[in-house]
């Protein structure tokens, strides 16, 4: 049992175990990017078709709901492009600069 466990250890030292636990944390970062956009996407889609809220002063509360619901979805989508921009300059730094790589393209 202890030369699976001194194996795991090693392995976790390595560079590339190292690298690859980055890379997986950079790769959940853009997969919340890409889920707040398609939550954006999707609710401005679906309530454009509903444009009769937009039409009459009458629906004053149920337009400050929308309103206030887009601005919730567009702060969400924006905290996480933000997020994903600094991300990537630290993923981008750890792997490539720390480590003396020569960069190539990333794949996203």
Known sequence: MSNEFELQQKLKGLPGFKIQEK????YIIKYIFD???DEVEKFLESELKKEAAFTTVQN???????????TRKLYNYISSAFSLVDHTRVYFRE???DNHYQPTKLKI
Do not use: A, P
């Open 35 to 37: 889920k707040n956009f």
């Open 60 to 70: 004053r509360e149920q337009i400050d709901k929308l309103l206030y619901e887009i």
């Open 23 to 26: 890379t997986e944390r950079f």
């Open 95 to 97: 792997i490539y600069i």
